[in-house]
């Protein structure tokens, strides 16, 4: 069930519902499971490590960065978000008009479609390993489409919108998440004015 509260939030609170065998769609998975939330909170933790890793190897170009390890990584990562893709494919949602928890499959999908697949498939798609994969050169322009991939972060905001904790601590992590916010601005600009102090020498 979806309660709104007056600074245009919402608390989702469980509750015991029959649905019927026509409505109920096979291997849903319910969006405040704690498997669900579990995953969530995996899926933000590789977010945030892409968030500081990929402006770091654009500006700075380590070799450390170069080798299998991280190439293994960054693909795994990638596999991760893909995999990503489709369990939300098969998560429920909560309809905003009549605060019932929607189990059709064919609702969520549709649903998911009209809102954040794009963004998901953009930031999933290794762009630059396509490019290096058919090109066979490592361009700098190329490795500027991995900076899709920082639209990750932005499924924090929704995570915690849906998570069934107290306001106050809702306020906290929403308050967290804006100081992360700042921080990641200011890693990316950083890494912006060295590129940009190098390429004046």
């Not at 849903?28 to 969530?40: E, G, L, Q, S, Y």
Request: glycine fraction near 4%; proline fraction near 2%.
């Amino acid at each position: 069930m979806l309660i709104k509260h007056s600074d245009d939030g919402y608390m989702y609170f469980e509750q015991e519902k029959v649905n019927s065998t026509e409505n109920m769609s096979k291997w849903m998975i319910r969006v405040n499971d704690t498997r669900k939330t579990n995953w969530d909170v995996f899926i933000i933790i590789l977010a945030i490590y892409n968030c500081f890793s990929i402006p770091f190897e654009i500006s700075f170009t380590p070799e450390f960065m170069e080798g299998p390890i991280f190439f293994i990584v960054n693909t795994c990562i990638d596999l991760m978000f893909l995999g990503d893709i489709f369990v939300s494919f098969r998560t429920t949602f909560y309809d905003r008009e009549t605060g019932d928890e929607v189990f059709e499959a064919r609702r969520t999908s549709s649903g998911y479609l009209k809102g954040r697949f794009t963004i998901d498939v953009l930031s999933t798609v290794p762009f630059d390993n396509l490019a290096l994969l058919f090109t066979k050169t490592k361009s700098p322009l190329l490795q500027l489409f991995s900076l899709l991939k920082l639209a990750r972060v932005t499924r924090l905001s929704r995570i915690i919108a849906k998570m069934n904790v107290k306001q106050d601590v809702k306020n906290g992590m929403k308050l967290a998440q804006l100081i992360f916010n700042i921080v990641m601005y200011i890693h990316c600009l950083a890494c912006l004015w060295f590129v940009v102090a190098n390429s004046d020498q």
